[in-house]
Each structure stands twice: as structure tokens, then as C-alpha cells.
């Protein structure tokens, strides 16, 4: 058959009852359904022939940007949102490429949650489909049109439509077919069947979800079988969310047939997992298969249809569904990740050790000038190894974690901090330790690294057992015994370099890539600078930025500037919300003549700035946690401001700017607040 059998494209997207559609759905026949453009920028153009929006470079620049806001929407339920969109561009211009943005707007937050994106031009329409999870709040739909470079480029927008259920479920009815896809196959591919138009071999089924001729399924079919070993996949699209429960599906299978009809899971690296496969053919009608399906990560299912000798026959699927509900009465609580983390700040948490030898100890080190403390606050606890005389040579302390159950995708995140030691390789290893034959995996070991500085480590993993994570510090011989420190250990599903979890959320700044949110008036050598590593003048400044150790950090280089000389660094307007939203950043003010600094509200129409908060002279040698509750509900900037003091060691720094909806005690604890610091300068607390 003809390649474009199989690609379904539809004429023009007509929806059946375009008039009833549900809140968030719009289909631009006469008008966006209460979807307006936002006035500061291009507006989208209703074209009414074709049923879309669009922006194109007729009537906007490269880098200009139409924006389109929905009516308030609620998700009481678990809902689906499709997108059917086209980007199209003039050929050969790769270089900055039109980009298609959706947004998630909630009404308590200043910063718009990116849902989706997509920069890939076609000829022809693409849908993409996205779980919106459930939640009693209430949000608006942006849609960013972005212009790329190129002479004739444009975005269009044929349909949204925002369903409750799920977006791997389907009943085929639609024409857009939930965004399912085949895979192009010259000889066996999957087809539409159903519908008034009977196709040539009338042995094929009624639909199941109407049971008439009139509805609509999947099948594939044998008859253009050229070679054995032919497959035809049927593909899902990729969850947007976590998600665990029972998948169920309707499946027919001609009797006496060749062929083998089996489901998959497949992740974002590719990796392919079966997990249903037809046993006996069953009944000669529609058959119900019910299948455990967890996709704690983005994952694809895949209907697979291998034929494997000359008797062919064909297979037909219908009606899939998803329910968050184990499909047998199953007890087994779903893994949660957050118990295999831990930042200590309470006790050990999950982590244990062996009962003879406790190598590692919870310790606790007031804000001083010599010793550095905590990396989840500058004031709390973290494990330190080779304390109180333990270091004997040979000498081993181990800690395991929780037990993690086997075939999924880990990424451990940790930080440690090595004092001491002449050779530092080895000094700190992490071991995967297979639960049922004990065998200890070596996956990650301490190289080089600058001494004293709290270090981020990264690890993926997967392993077919139940396992444990194991920390092993060694200290070898007694004339070479440092300290090995250790905090904020998390683990996530999912491998660490996922583009989701390489997206930083919104309203969060580490200086990685840029400044992000924030702008300075003037930029010379005496405003703040973006840096890495250590700063310049010694006995002042960090060594490292507190995101992994050897990121960036923003800081004023005391040596550019005169005492009393002012550093400001400004957000850009932040959308007033109603509620309370909380600041958390993190301050490096380390040197005997520092000065200044201080946080500030700035409203729009007020001349006058309000001070939120403020720290004067030195404070710790370790980056301190602040936490700053606020609430504006007009427009507003939050402004940093830094003041140089006495002396040359004056090098104040900030990094890990946060901003929250909600209070800061649902975030933490209030004890943790950093105030002042302690007399006692070189105090450790067991």
C-alpha cells in the first residue's frame, strides 16, 4: 500500500460537536474559545479557512514572540492534553529554529511551569500529547510562539484539547488517534480498521468500543507479509508524569495464526522491556488483557506484531485504558524515591551501618571561620568518617542505604567533602551490592578534587536484583588518615541526564548557564560578577559554588570596589500572586572586613523599596542557608544588594536563588534559620 495509508493525516481536523468542547479545548473554527493573546506581545492570527492560529515572519522578526493565554482551567482529575501543531521553515536554516512553548501558569505562582517544547519543523501536522496531573488549583494554558531565524517561517496551532483520562488511553474513534503512531514499515504496518468503509477480506471484526461496524480499532494484517520476522509497532506517546497501575486493552487474534503479539515498554534512552505477550489465542471475539504498568519516568508503550510463519492471520486492538489502581489486588506499596534519600538533619534516616563498627558520625558545626558546615543549610548535620580515633590503619566505615527494588533506572546524587589526606583517590567509593548473591559493584570512586569544598556526584543506574547503595570511606595507613564528609544524598527514577530533570524549574537560579532572572544597570568591574572556582583575594570568598562545588556563583570582587561602594542585582518583575511565596538562597559573606547584605522588595508605583532582610560582617566560611517569606500582590522585583566593607576580604557571594509558593515553614523547619552567628567559632557538636 501507498506510504501515506498509514501516516492518518486528515484533511482538516474537524472534530465531531466542536461546539460542547471541554474547558481548555479549542478547535479555531470562528474564534480561540476564550484563549486571547497576551497584549505585550505579537498577537496569534485566527485563520478561519484553514480552522488554526498561526505567526509567521509576514508580520514578525526573528526572536519577537506571540503569546496566547487560556480562560482559568481545573484539573479535579487526572487530564490529557493534545496539541496538534505544525512548525514549518525555509530550508537550510538549522541554526536558531523556530520554537513552540506550552506553559502551565497555577494562580499562586509568580513563575510559569514549562510543560512542553518543540522546535522540529514537518510538512505536515504533529500532535503532541501531555498528562496533566490532578490538583485542586487553578491554572491558565500558555502557548509561546517563539520566530526562528528564516525568511519564510512559521507556527500554527490546528487544535488543544484538554481531556480528563489519561494520555496513553484510546478508543481509535478519533482521527488524530490520541497520538498514537506507527512505525513505517514497507510490509506490515499497523492500520486503522473499522468504520463504514469495509475493507476487501470481510473476515475482520466489528470495533469493540461500539460494537457496530461504525466504530473504529488497530489491526495488522499478514496478507502483504513478504519476508518472516516482519514487525509492525504501534507507539504510544511518550508519559509526561509519573504514573503506576493496571493498563488494560481489547485484543482479537485470527485462530490458527503465525504470529506473536506482545506489549513493551520503552524509555527515553530506548531501552525496551516486555512486559505482556499473548499466551493462548483465547476466545474468537474480543479478548480483555490486563498488564502492571509503571512508568515512574517518560516511557512509550509499544504494541508489537511479529509475524514468524506462512499462516499469517491478523491481529486487532482496541480500547486502551489506564487505571492508577493495581490491576489483582496487589499490596505492594510503589517505590518512592524519597526513602532512599537523606539530608541528615534528623538522624540517618534509611541509612544504617554495621552494628561492630560505626565508621561514619552525624556531627554538627556552628558557622566559624576554620571549619565548614552543612551543605543543606551551612547549620545543620551532615556524616563526617575517621572521627574520634577510628582511624585505624586498614581502617573501613560503611553505610548502606534502603533496599531498592531491581529493574528500574536510579540516579544517586550526593555531596562530599574530603579534608586531609596526601592521596585523595579512593578515600571515598560507592558500591552496589546485589541483595541475593553478595556481590559489591564498584560503581564510583573519589579522583582528585579540591579539598574542603562540599563536591556534587552524579551516578545512573540500573541492575536486574533488589540492591543496596553502599558509601565506603578507607583510610589506608595511619600517617594518611583525612576526614570524609558526606550530606543531601537523594535518589531519583530516571537516568540523571533525562532532559526533564536537565530542565531547571521555574523560578530557581544556580548561575550554571547565566543570570537567568536577574539584571544589574551597570556592568563594570565594580557590579557583581559570575564566577567559578575561588575568588581572587585569599582569606575571603568560597572556594567552590554551593550547585556541585565547581559551578558558578554571583559575588562582588571586593579589590574593584571603595568601602561603602554598593553591587545591586535586580529579578526582573515578578507577577503579584495572593498567598505567601518563600525565598530561599543561599550566602557566602567569608573575610575579616566584610560588609553588607541585603535583600529588598521592590513594588511597582512605589519609589520606596522595602528591606526583607539583611546580614552585616562575617558570618561562616560555609555557604548559609536564607529563607525569606514575603507576600505582594502586585507586580514587584526582589533586588540583592551588596555593600563592601573595611577591608580587601570582602568578597560577599550568593548562589541557588528559589523562589516558592507557600509559606517557608511547609518548605523547613524554622529552627534551621541561619540568624547571626556563634561566638564559639571552632565547635564540633556529636
Known sequence: PARTETRFVPTALQLAGALDLPAGSCTFEESTCGFESVFEFLPWILNEEGHYI???????????????????????????????YQITTSSGSLSDPSRLNLYMRFEDENF??????????????????????????????????????????????????????????????????????????????????GGNVRSSHSILPQDHTFKTELGHYMYVDSMYVKHFQEVAQLISPMTT?????????????QQGNDNIFSVYTRDAAGLYEEIWKVGDPGAAGWNLAEVEFSAPYPMQVIF????????????????????????????????????????????????????EDSGWTRVKVKPNMFQAGDHTSGLGYFLLANTKFTSHPGYIGRLYGPSLPGNLQYCLRFYYAIYGFFKMSDTLAV???????????????????????????????????RTKVVFMSLCKSLWDCGLVALDDITVELGSCLSPEKLLPPPGECTFEQDECIFTQERRNRSSWQRRRGETPTSYTGPKGDHTTGVGYYMYIEASHLVYGQKARLS???????????????FYHMYGAGTGLLNVYLKKEGDSEESLLWRRRGE????????????????????????????????????????FQAGSCAEMEDQSQQSSGYSEDLNEIEY
Open 54 to 84: 498561526y505567526v509567521d515572519t509576514s508580520f514578525a522578526k526573528e526572536g519577537e514572540k506571540a503569546v496566547l493565554l487560556s480562560p482559568d482551567l481545573q484539573a479535579e482529575e487526572w487530564s490529557c492534553l493534545r496539541l496538534v
Open 304 to 355: 508489537e506484531v511479529a509475524f514468524n510463519g506462512p499462516k499469517g492471520g491478523y491481529v486487532a486492538l482496541d480500547d486502551i485504558s489506564f487505571s492508577p489502581v493495581h490491576c489483582q489486588n496487589q499490596t505492594e506499596r510503589p517505590f518512592s524515591a524519597l526513602e532512599a534519600s537523606c539530608n541528615f538533619e534528623e538522624d540517618l534516616c534509611n541509612f544504617y551501618q554495621d552494628k
Open 241 to 253: 508524569a509519573p504514573m503506576s497501575g493496571c493498563l488494560s486493552f481489547y485484543y482479537q487474534l
Open 619 to 658: 558570618q561562616s566560611i560555609s555557604w548559609l542557608r536564607a529563607l525569606i517569606e514575603y507576600s505582594c500582590e502586585r507586580q514587584h522585583q526582589i533586588i540583592f544588594e551588596a555593600i563592601r566593607g573595611m577591608s580587601l576580604r570582602s568578597d560577599t557571594a550568593i548562589d541557588d536563588v528559589k
Open 571 to 585: 529579578s526582573r518583575p515578578l507577577r503579584g500572586v495572593p498567598g505567601k511565596q518563600c525565598l530561599t538562597f
Open 431 to 465: 558500591y552496589i551490592f546485589e541483595e541475593n548473591h553478595v556481590v559489591q559493584d564498584k560503581i564510583w570512586s573519589v579522583l582528585e578534587s579540591p579539598r574542603g569544598v562540599w563536591m556534587q556526584a552524579e551516578i545512573t543506574f540500573k541492575k536486574p536484583m
Open 112 to 193: 510559569d511551569r514549562l510543560l512542553w517544547s518543540a522546535k522540529e519543523p514537518s510538512d505536515s501536522w504533529l500532535i503532541a500529547s501531555l498528562d496533566l496531573r490532578n490538583s485542586s488549583k487553578k491554572f491558565k494554558i500558555l502557548i509561546e510562539g517563539v520566530l526562528g531565524h528564516g525568511n519564510t517561517t512559521s507556527i500554527a496551532v490546528f487544535e488543544i484539547k484538554m481531556t480528563t483520562g489519561y494520555c496513553i488511553e484510546c478508543d481509535f474513534e478519533a482521527n488524530h488517534l490520541c497520538g498514537f503512531v506507527n512505525h513505517w514499515n514497507p510490509n506490515v504496518n499497523w492500520f486503522v480498521g
